[in-house]
Nanobody, 127 residues
Framework: QVHVVESGGGLVQTGGSLRLSCVVS????????MAWFRKAPGKVRDFVAA???????????SYADSMKGRSTISRDNAKNTVYLQMNGLKPEDTAVYYC?????????????????WGQGTQVTVSS
């Protein structure tokens, strides 16, 4: 079965950076659309970023408005890994970050659209 494992979270100060990693095993990673979501205490699981696997045309990426300009989602199919580089972190970015996968090429931005999920990695931004 498909297994998803996140890593790279930690404690950073406001303005700092983190790169989260998500390794997928047991499935055909290069045919999955991948995404990151996050859940802060007392809030719903919100969309962060997504990336599909299309080569022609070019890979499609999507970002939450709060992430545009300071985050980059990327993937390395040789490593079955998707990354989320986050810069200029803010206290409101504090959350558990989850990696999600679904078979298909269409970008989607809702949690219900994804089939496979990791257990999350904690990101804490101090003020």
């Amino acid at each position: 079965q498909v297994h998803v494992v996140e890593s790279g979270g930690g404690l950073v100060q406001t303005g700092g950076s983190l790169r989260l990693s998500c390794v997928v095993s047991g499935g055909t990673f290069n045919t999955y659309t991948m995404a990151w979501f996050r859940k802060a205490p007392g809030k719903v699981r919100d969309f962060v970023a997504a990336i599909n696997w299309s080569l022609w045309p070019a890979l499609e990426r999507s970002y939450a408005d709060s992430m545009k300009g300071r985050s980059t989602i990327s993937r390395d199919n040789a490593k079955n890994t998707v990354y989320l580089q986050m810069n200029g972190l803010k206290p409101e970015d504090t959350a558990v970050y989850y990696c999600a996968a679904v078979a298909g090429r269409n970008i989607r931005t809702t949690a219900q659209g994804f089939t496979y999920w990791g257990q999350g990695t904690q990101v804490t931004v101090s003020s």
